[in-house]
């Protein structure tokens, strides 16, 4: 926006004050929107999206006052600079127009050139406030990349105060790890941070559209909690984003079939309950948050994927018994896992029933 094409609307009972503004205004280029009452007021606001709005106090229905306190009300329009027009020249006057959240007065009889400045004076400052405002919805924008879904809804429900700290929570953990990324890392750096990059792309689809939240990433792998009231729902879905990205990575193996080799993926899935919610970790340097999920629960989901070959999707006796309606499962038998003292009974997910 710049003050030549700023769209100013007028608001004045009396339709030669109207015609008064506009010729002082439509030669210096701006666009101007009229109303003559209150109501008419609010309704050109919001069809219109005034830069600015010139409002006379005393009209009927509704008041320039009453009109600017709604205008200041509301989100939408708190930021659209009100300048009143008055013939009232008291000092209780102006405290009210402050109160009710005017940006500036004018006195009438209206002087052209106070007039101008003044409205120069607010456009100026409505378009360093808007600059700053689309900086920090950019910045805001950058930064939720960053926070998984269920902190964001936590967030949206409860800007305020929002209750982020751990509690036990049923959910389930998936891990997907790329298998050889040691040795493609270690021959080709770049080239294995291009494959990860592309592959992990693809996989947040599949994670997010089944309302999965990765809580951590290493070089080769993704940490994701599926939480859900419904015990049996978050561990289906954390199946089905399995399922998908398997398939996405037989799609990107064709896709860059001839540029790099095929790489797989190996899948494990736990469901139970894990202590959910933000880590603080501080240091000399200050501290940092994380958001995950903890437990054995969580332990026992890494493990499992640790066990299973590239291309399958292994999953805990829970996860199995709560997805048995849906998915096809294979029992492969009790495995010790690293640093579990029983051993685990583990199942492969071999597809889905229809399948079958």
Same mark, same amino acid.
């Given at each position: 926006?710049?003050?030549?094409?700023?769209?100013?609307?007028?608001?004045?009972?009396?339709?030669?004050?109207?015609?008064?503004?506009?010729?002082?205004?439509?030669?210096?280029?701006?666009?101007?929107?009229?109303?003559?009452?209150?109501?008419?007021?609010?309704?050109?606001?919001?069809?219109?999206?005034?830069?600015?709005?010139?409002?006379?106090?005393?009209?009927?229905?509704?008041?320039?006052?009453?009109?600017?306190?709604?205008?200041?009300?509301?989100?939408?329009?708190?930021?659209?600079?009100?300048?009143?027009?008055?013939?009232?020249?008291?000092?209780?006057?102006?405290?009210?127009?402050?109160?009710?959240?005017?940006?500036?007065?004018?006195?009438?009889?209206?002087?052209?050139?106070?007039?101008?400045?003044?409205?120069?004076?607010?456009?100026?400052?409505?378009?360093?406030?808007?600059?700053?405002?689309?900086?920090?919805?950019?910045?805001?924008?950058?930064?939720?990349?960053?926070?998984?879904?269920?902190?964001?809804?936590?967030?949206?429900?409860?800007?305020?105060?929002?209750?982020?700290?751990?509690?036990?929570?049923?959910?389930?953990?998936?891990?997907?790890?790329?298998?050889?990324?040691?040795?493609?890392?270690?021959?080709?750096?770049?080239?294995?941070?291009?494959?990860?990059?592309?592959?992990?792309?693809?996989?947040?689809?599949?994670?997010?559209?089944? !309302?999965?939240? &990765?809580? /951590?990433?290493?070089?080769?792998? +993704?940490?994701? *909690?599926?939480?859900? =009231?419904?015990?049996?729902?978050?561990?289906?879905?954390?199946?089905?984003?399995?399922l998908e990205i398997l398939e996405k990575t037989q799609?990107?193996?064709?896709?860059?079939?001839?540029?790099f080799e095929p790489i797989s993926v190996h899948i494990?899935?736990?469901?139970?309950?894990?202590?959910?919610?933000?880590?603080?970790?501080?240091?000399?340097?200050?501290?940092?948050?994380?958001?995950?999920?903890?437990?054995?629960?969580?332990?026992?989901?890494?493990?499992?994927?640790?066990?299973?070959?590239?291309?399958?999707?292994?999953?805990?006796?829970?996860?199995?018994?709560?997805?048995?309606? !849906?998915?096809? &499962?294979? /029992?492969?038998?009790?495995?010790? +896992?690293?640093? *579990?003292?029983?051993? =685990?009974?583990?199942?492969?997910?071999?597809?889905?029933?229809?399948?079958?």
């Amino acid at each position: 926006m710049n003050d030549v094409k700023a769209k100013i609307l007028v608001v004045d009972d009396e339709e030669k004050n109207v015609k008064l503004m506009e010729a002082m205004l439509l030669p210096r280029g701006y666009e101007i929107v009229k109303a003559y009452n209150g109501e008419e007021a609010l309704e050109k606001v919001e069809a219109e999206a005034p830069d600015l709005i010139l409002l006379d106090v005393m009209m009927p229905v509704m008041n320039g006052f009453d009109v600017c306190r709604r205008l200041k009300d509301h989100s939408e329009t708190q930021l659209i600079p009100v300048v009143i027009m008055t013939a009232l020249g008291e000092v209780s006057d102006r405290i009210k127009g402050i109160e009710a959240g005017a940006d500036d007065f004018l006195t009438k009889p209206i002087n052209r050139d106070e007039l101008l400045a003044r409205i120069q004076t607010s456009l100026r400052l409505k378009r360093t406030i808007d600059l700053k405002f689309e900086k920090l919805m950019g910045a805001q924008e950058y930064l939720s990349r960053f926070v998984p879904q269920s902190v964001k809804q936590e967030l949206e429900k409860n800007p305020e105060a929002p209750q982020l700290e751990k509690t036990d929570q049923d959910m389930s953990a998936l891990f997907v790890d790329i298998s050889g990324y040691t040795k493609l890392s270690e021959n080709m750096r770049q080239t294995a941070d291009f494959v990860v990059e592309k592959y992990f792309s693809r996989f947040l689809d599949c994670i997010h559209s089944h !309302e999965g939240d &990765v809580t /951590e990433t290493s070089g080769d792998g +993704l940490m994701v *909690v599926f939480p859900d =009231v419904d015990a049996t729902k978050h561990a289906l879905e954390a199946t089905r984003s399995a399922l998908e990205i398997l398939e996405k990575t037989q799609e990107l193996n064709e896709q860059l079939r001839g540029i790099f080799e095929p790489i797989s993926v190996h899948i494990g899935i736990n469901s139970g309950v894990a202590l959910i919610g933000p880590t603080k970790l501080e240091g000399a340097s200050g501290a940092r948050w994380t958001y995950t999920a903890l437990g054995p629960v969580v332990n026992l989901a890494a493990r499992i994927a640790g066990v299973a070959e590239g291309g399958t999707i292994l999953v805990g006796p829970e996860t199995a018994r709560r997805i048995d309606g !849906e998915f096809s &499962v294979k /029992e492969l038998g009790k495995r010790q +896992l690293k640093n *579990v003292r029983d051993e =685990v009974l583990i199942y492969q997910v071999v597809g889905t029933r229809k399948d079958s």
